[in-house]
């Protein structure tokens, strides 16, 4: 079973460890896995081009993330950092650890030398997903094209009582504690998919868009001109799980985002925002926790069908039963 998955940073992460672990368990059959991940929420930074949910998700199934944060290398030593703010260097409010410097310098060396991210990506694999999957697990950036989710916040200095910050400045330094007033994807609408990954699309059996934050990560995939059209045109189901859970976020800030979209937070909301395949959306199903049974009503109303399931991605296991819903939703 060839199965591709819509994924951001953590929230996918984890949800693609369950997916594997139902793989090896026998909960679910063997397959490809392709990962189609986010690329917005990267940052330049110290000279260097930094992508966090590639970065997560590869050193997450690579066995080399930090479980703790959840992003960056375990066993993680700070000295560059340290010494840049030594020289009054900003922004001091992103850290960069040693270890992960390697990865960014090597991205930014290939890229410098002309390299597209797609094949940065590949390379970069090769040392953390090919030794434990093979072939087994792709990971494609949604686009070779640079797009850079901004977030406007109020300020009054300005003349327009905004201003736009990066998404990692929003998240990292403002901690996403201010009202995020608009959500901007620079150059999204000018970005086209990246090699494969409308193929990984059309041709998967089973296309999963996991509990990732459904605005600036599943959002912006979705947004790369043409990445709507094949998911509209794959003869493979799609099937979602709600990044909401009674009401709020488990982790991030899908919340505030939502809001800022004017989405209901609500698993609900979530799915509807996401909205039918039948009628131009990209659900066929959506599963919800079982704290948000009450959702399922709506959401089939809507024409995608739904359960409500335990949906808190507590360990593998418990992933993995996830996993297996959304196939089994999926009719597979
Ligand atoms: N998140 C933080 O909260 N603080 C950081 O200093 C930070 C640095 C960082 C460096 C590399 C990287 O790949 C991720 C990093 N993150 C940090 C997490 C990052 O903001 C998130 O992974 C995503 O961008 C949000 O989903």
Known sequence: MQITVLSGGMGGAKFLQGLLHAQHTGLLPDGEITVVANTADDIWIHGL????????????????????????????????????????????????????????????????????????????????????????????????????????????????????????????????????????????????????????????????LPPSNPVVSVGTILGVPGVRKAISATPAPVVGLSPIVGGSHVRGMAEQLLTSIGVEVSAAGVGLHYGPRSTGGVLDGWLVDSLDADDVARVEAAGVSCRAVPLMMTDHDATAAMAAAAVELAGL
């Open 49 to 208: 081009k930094v992508c966090p949910d590639l970065d997560t998700v590869m050193y997450t199934l690579g066995d080399g993330i930090d479980l703790e944060r959840g992003w960056g290398r375990r066993e993680e030593t700070w000295s560059a950092k340290d010494e840049l703010a030594a020289y009054g260097v900003e922004p001091t409010w992103f850290g960069l650890g040693d270890r992960d410097i390697a990865t960014h310098l090597v991205r930014t060396q290939m890229l410098d030398a002309g390299f597209p991210l797609s094949q940065v990506t590949q390379a970069l694999c090769q040392r953390w997903l090919s030794p434990i999957f093979g072939n087994g697990v792709r990971l494609l950036p949604m686009t070779d094209d640079r797009v850079e989710t901004h977030i406007a916040i109020a300020d009054a200095e300005a003349p327009s009582g905004r201003r736009a910050v990066h998404f990692q400045e929003y998240w990292v330094r403002l901690r996403a504690e201010v009202p995020a007033e608009a959500v901007v994807v620079v150059g999204l609408e000018e970005s086209k998919p990246g090699p494969g990954v409308v193929e990984a699309i059309t041709e998967a059996d089973l296309v999963l």
